[in-house]
């Protein structure tokens, strides 16, 4: 079982950057398939943006190219999700999983194990 501790979230303007950090323990990252999913109130969790494990494919939601920016620091053992620009839509619980590489393939961004851990609240208002 792959287990992930997400950070970062917090409380901004719109307009405004958060950086998300995904931090493993005790393994590696390297052989997997990152994604973020975000969960928002009464809608289904989705993935926002997965990144391959050799840092070479990567997915975004329609609604956050542009904005945001997945990458990976292996040395660290952690994926980041850079968000700027951000928008009230964009509120929500995020969470970090190893992703489906072969659906990545496909330009889809779906979770490996479905395990989800606590996430972390993004919140965006004014």
């Known amino acids: 079982q792959l287990q992930l501790v997400e950070s970062g979230g917090g409380l901004v303007q719109p307009g405004g950057s958060l950086r998300l950090s995904c931090a493993a323990s005790?393994?590696?990252?390297?052989?997997?398939?990152i994604g973020w999913f975000r969960q928002a109130p009464g809608k289904e969790r989705g993935g926002v943006s997965c990144?391959?494990?050799?840092?070479?494919?990567?997915y975004y939601a329609d609604s956050v190219k542009g904005r945001f920016t997945i990458s990976r620091d292996n040395a660290k053992n952690t994926v980041y999700l850079q968000m700027n620009s951000l928008k009230p839509e964009d509120t929500g619980v995020y969470y970090c999983?190893?992703?489906?590489?072969?659906?990545?393939?496909?330009?889809?961004?779906?979770?490996?194990?479905?395990?989800w851990g606590q996430g972390t609240k993004v919140t965006v208002s004014s």
């Open positions: 005790g393994f590696t990252l390297d052989y997997y398939a």
């Open positions: 990144i391959s494990s050799s840092d070479i494919s990567t």
């Open positions: 999983e190893a992703a489906d590489e072969m659906r990545l393939v496909l330009r889809l961004c779906v979770p490996q194990f479905g395990s």
